[in-house]
């Protein structure tokens, strides 16, 4: 089956520190790859996806490129601010018969102090 | 992309009774899908919803708990029949096949 590991959270980083929230996958067939965000007392937001291997999805600042070797998707930005304080959701989909319905990894909660 | 509303954004409800989800979007869809989002944890499918058939749930989820109607192409409802605590959750309808949209979700809490 399909299934996603998020590293465990919460992280907690001062702001402008560097963030890498690792995230593996496992999948029957060839996925696409997504991290969601969710923001306090909001639904999700798509933040960025990659659809085949070696490709970067970028938004906001946040990068995530797409390992097929490693089965990885880790999300990445080189200065947070105290607003990227949310959790982080890695996610995939199949294009296999009749579901196209994401797979979710946990959630890893980010919390940025000024 | 599309735009999704969800409603109630929020509710209590005692135990015992029942709540219907409604979710709305802005563009034709043939997919949509409903999923659970318990405290503190990750979002699980509860079944996906096609129009004009009968919804195909997940494994642990069954259709008397959890009704769903597609009358159309842009609306769904989510039932959960017979509340108990251990339904409080976030429920978000979602719809997308290359990427997902999702409603704001519906704050449940059964006391």
């Known amino acids: 089956g399909n299934s996603v590991t998020q590293m465990e959270g919460p992280v907690t980083l001062s702001e402008e520190a560097f963030l890498t929230i690792n995230c593996t996958y496992t999948a029957t067939g060839y996925p696409s790859l997504f991290w969601y965000v969710q923001y306090p007392g909001e639904g999700l937001q798509l933040l960025l996806k990659a659809t085949k291997a070696d490709d970067k999805g970028s938004n906001k600042g946040f990068e995530a490129t797409y390992r097929k070797e490693t089965t990885s998707f880790h999300l990445e930005k080189g200065s947070v601010q105290v607003s990227d304080s949310a959790v982080y959701f890695c996610a995939l989909s199949v294009r296999d018969t009749g579901r196209r319905a994401l797979t979710f990894g946990s959630g890893t909660r980010l919390q940025v102090q000024p | 992309s599309a735009v999704i509303s969800q409603k109630p954004s929020r509710d209590i409800c005692q135990r015992g009774t029942s709540l219907t989800i409604q979710c709305q979007v802005d563009s034709q869809v043939t997919m949509m899908f409903w999923y659970r989002q318990q405290p503190g944890q990750s979002l699980t499918l509860i079944a996906t919803?096609?129009?004009?058939?009968?919804?195909?749930?997940e494994s642990g989820f069954v259709i008397d708990k959890f009704p769903i109607s597609r009358p159309n192409l842009t609306f769904s409802t989510l039932t959960v029949s017979n509340m108990s605590p251990e339904d409080s959750s976030i429920y978000l309808c979602?719809?997308?096949?290359?990427?997902?949209?999702f409603g704001q979700g519906t704050r449940l809490t059964v006391v």
């Open positions: 979602s719809v997308g096949v290359t990427e997902a949209f």
């Open positions: 919803a096609n129009q004009g058939s009968e919804a195909t749930y």
